[in-house]
């Protein structure tokens, strides 16, 4: 049974940080590309970083550089978003998401339930 089950979301002061943690069964994680997603209301779902499945590249979304660093642990089938200099306009729910890619060819992925997180003061 593929499960995907992100933690660590929660509410933050602007400025403050959080880390959110993906645990990961059901299939071969080391395999996979694993990405966090955001969705905020009333917008649609976007990337904030990637991680390839054998943790040598990463990707970020251009709003979350220098602030959010994305890193996997294959052993323990883990992947993790740390969040630095968090800002309100980062609120949203979070997702991790598991792709397997042959090239550059998507062949499936799986999501998890997300996680919010919330920057307020």
């Known amino acids: 049974q593929v499960q995907l089950v992100e933690s660590g979301g929660g509410l933050v002061q602007p400025g403050g940080s959080l880390r959110l943690s993906c645990a990961v069964s059901?299939?071969?994680?080391?395999?996979?590309?694993m990405s966090w997603y955001r969705q905020a209301p009333g917008k649609e779902r976007e990337l904030v970083a990637a991680i390839t499945s054998g943790g040598g590249r990463t990707n970020y979304a251009d709003s979350v550089k220098g602030r959010f660093t994305i890193s996997r642990d294959n052993a323990k089938n883990m992947v993790y978003l740390q969040m630095n200099s968090l800002k309100p306009e980062d609120t949203a729910a979070y997702y991790c998401?598991?792709?397997?890619?042959?090239?550059?060819?998507?062949?499936?992925?799986?999501w998890g339930q997300g996680t919010q997180v919330t920057v307020s003061s």
């Open positions: 059901g299939f071969t994680f080391s395999r996979y590309t």
């Open positions: 998401n598991a792709e397997l890619r042959a090239g550059t060819v998507s062949l499936h992925d799986y």
